[in-house]
């Protein structure tokens, strides 16, 4: 099976929350509420975008 990486940006907000970018893939972003969760949520959203769920 082949593995692809993506980078992914995450910015700290001031109410300690993430913003998560995918700078390779247009329209790739998502948030998370903790470091954990914008973990989970940007699996989740560059399956999504990838078409793999």
Not at 23 to 47: E, F, R, V
């Amino acid at each position: 099976m082949a593995k692809y990486v993506y980078p992914a940006i995450f910015t700290p907000e001031e109410d300690g929350k993430y913003s998560i970018n995918f700078p390779d893939i247009d329209g790739c972003y998502t948030c998370g509420d903790d470091l954990a969760d914008g973990m989970n949520m940007a699996q989740d959203a560059l399956k999504q975008q990838l078409n793999l769920l």
